[in-house]
């Protein structure tokens, strides 16, 4: 199985600020995703961070709004820029690998 | 486009008494299945996972599920619950194109499972 780490694991934030997430895995990956899980609500995915490449954005998520870093196959970051109290989630990492999704601990951010 | 519905926000049990979670995907063929559990301020933990052949697939915990391809879904069971089963329980699934998995999920709106004494 692969272990994730994330840092931090939570944040409290000012609007219009900005939070860098740090995604760590102990195995080299080829796929990296993120998925968002606002208060009370399912988990969704943000985009994929794939190394060498730009990372794939799904609908109504944005490369300004949620900067995305994949220097190499271990680690990834997350930037969630500009921020407003409705980006107060939870921001989780996920890796591929044999055959089953792994996924991070979270970083809970509010942001008042 | 792909979806898949939890039927259930809320389920309460006695603690003993059987289990089943309800899972519905929509689909034009047949994805990868998952069921994950969320405890309180814990991650997601993988219960069991569903891609081929023998339609009943057990998983940790005592939790089980059988997909059934004419009803598109893909129900949660457990056949006595103990308290600490009291989570929050996703059911996911994989889109696949062709014989290639992409490593996305789609997830359900999850059921909280609250167990009595």
């Known amino acids: 199985s692969a272990v994730i780490s994330q840092k931090p694991s939570r944040d409290i934030c000012q609007r219009g600020t900005s939070l860098t997430i740090q995604c760590q895995v102990d195995s080299q990956v080829t796929m990296m995703f993120w998925y968002r899980q606002q208060p009370g609500q399912s988990l969704t995915l943000i985009a994929t961070?794939?190394?060498?490449?730009?990372?794939?954005?799904e609908s109504g998520f944005v490369i300004d709004k949620f900067p995305i870093s994949r220097p190499n196959l271990t680690f990834s970051t997350l930037t969630v820029s500009n921020m407003s109290p409705e980006d107060s989630s939870i921001y989780l990492c996920?890796?591929?690998?044999?055959?089953?999704?792994?996924f991070g601990p979270g970083t809970r951010l509010t942001v008042l | 486009a792909q979806s898949v519905t939890q039927p259930d926000i809320h389920i309460t049990v006695s603690e003993g008494a059987s289990l089943e979670l309800r899972c519905n995907y929509s689909?034009?063929?047949?994805?990868?299945l998952f069921w994950y559990v969320q405890s309180p301020g814990q991650g997601l933990q993988l219960l069991l996972k569903y891609f081929s052949g023998d339609t009943l697939v057990q998983g940790i915990k005592g939790f089980e599920a059988e997909f059934k391809r004419s009803q598109s879904s893909f129900n949660l069971r457990k056949p006595s619950v103990h308290w600490s089963d009291a989570a929050e329980y996703f059911c996911a699934v994989e889109p696949r194109y062709g014989s290639s998995n992409t490593g996305k999920l789609i997830f359900g709106q999850g059921t909280t499972l609250q167990v009595k004494p």
């Open positions: 996920s890796v591929t690998g044999y055959n089953e999704q792994f």
């Open positions: 961070a794939n190394q060498g490449s730009e990372a794939t954005y």
């Open positions: 689909y034009g063929a047949t994805p990868y």
